[in-house]
Antibody, heavy 118, light 109 residues
Framework: EVELVESGGGLVQPGGSLRLSCAASGFTFSNYWMYWVRQTPGKGLEWVSRINRDGSTTTYADSVTGRFTVSRDNAENTLFLQMNSLRAEDTAVYYC???????????WGQGTLVTVSS | EIVLTQSPGTLSLSPGERATLSCRATQSISRNYLAWYQQKPGQAPRLLIYGASSRATGIPDRFSGSGSGTDFTLTISRLEPEDFAVYYCQQYGSSPEVTFGPGTKVDVK
C-alpha cells in the first residue's frame, strides 16, 4: 500500500526556516517524480515544487522560487522541502504527493501544517 | 499561467441524482492533461480522473470525465452518500506551471 507521511510542520516566525520531510513506502520511490502542494483556506490548492526521479531536476512555483528547495534521498525513500525566508502567506497545509500520469498527483500524504506568525 | 474556473461554486443535490461539474480554462490544455480530485473535510485530496477521462485506480465507474481544449466536465452518474465533498480540477499540461481550480462543493439538498 502506498503511504506518504509528512512531518516537520509547526509555528515559525516571519523570516524563519523550516524543513519538511515526507517518508514514502509501499512503492519504488526512485521510480517516481514527487511534488509538494499546499492548501490555504483563502487561496485553495497551490502547486509548490516538483523533483524528478534522481533529484537532478527541480521546479518551483514563482511564489517560492529562491526561498524553497526540494530534494530527495532515494536510499531513505524520503522527500524534503527546505523553506527559508518564510512569510505569512506561506501559512498552509503542505502535502507531499506522488507524480502520476505526466503531472497529476496520484497519491497524497495527510499533510503537515505550517504557520508563519509572530 | 492557465487559470481554471469551476462552476457552479456549490451544487445542492440529493443522493441518487446526477451531478455535472464544469471546469473551464483560459487557454487550451495541452494533451488534455486535466485531472479531477475529491476532497472531504479533514482529508487530503484524492485523484479521481487524469488525462481528462481516465479513472484512477479504485475509482468507481459512476465517476466519469470528459472534454478537451478549454472545457471539461466531471459527471457523477448517481450520487452516493460518500460523494458529497469538494471537487477540484487541475491542469498539468502547461509545464512547469500546474494550476488548480477553486473547487465545486457538492452538498446535500
Amino acid at each position: 500500500e502506498v503511504e506518504l507521511v509528512e512531518s516537520g510542520g509547526g509555528l515559525v516566525q516571519p523570516g524563519g526556516s523550516l524543513r519538511l520531510s515526507c517518508a514514502a513506502s509501499g512503492f519504488t520511490f526512485s521510480n517516481y517524480w514527487m511534488y509538494w502542494v499546499r492548501q490555504t483556506p483563502g487561496k485553495g490548492l497551490e502547486w509548490v515544487s516538483r523533483i524528478n526521479r534522481d533529484g537532478s531536476t527541480t521546479t518551483y512555483a514563482d511564489s517560492v522560487t529562491g526561498r524553497f528547495t526540494v530534494s530527495r534521498d532515494n536510499a531513505e525513500n524520503t522527500l524534503f522541502l527546505q523553506m527559508n525566508s518564510l512569510r505569512a502567506e506561506d501559512t498552509a497545509v503542505y502535502y507531499c504527493t506522488r507524480g502520476g500520469d505526466s503531472g497529476s498527483s496520484d497519491y497524497w500524504g495527510q499533510g503537515t501544517l505550517v504557520t508563519v506568525s509572530s | 499561467e492557465i487559470v481554471l474556473t469551476q462552476s457552479p461554486g456549490t451544487l445542492s443535490l440529493s443522493p441518487g441524482e446526477r451531478a455535472t461539474l464544469s471546469c473551464r480554462a483560459t487557454q487550451s490544455i495541452s494533451r488534455n492533461y486535466l485531472a479531477w480530485y475529491q476532497q472531504k473535510p479533514g482529508q487530503a485530496p484524492r485523484l479521481l480522473i487524469y488525462g481528462a477521462s481516465s479513472r484512477a485506480t479504485g475509482i468507481p465507474d459512476r465517476f466519469s470525465g470528459s472534454g478537451s481544449g478549454t472545457d471539461f466536465t466531471l459527471t457523477i452518474s448517481r450520487l452516493e452518500p460518500e460523494d458529497f465533498a469538494v471537487y477540484y480540477c487541475q491542469q498539468y499540461g502547461s509545464s512547469p506551471e500546474v494550476t488548480f481550480g477553486p473547487g465545486t462543493k457538492v452538498d446535500v439538498k
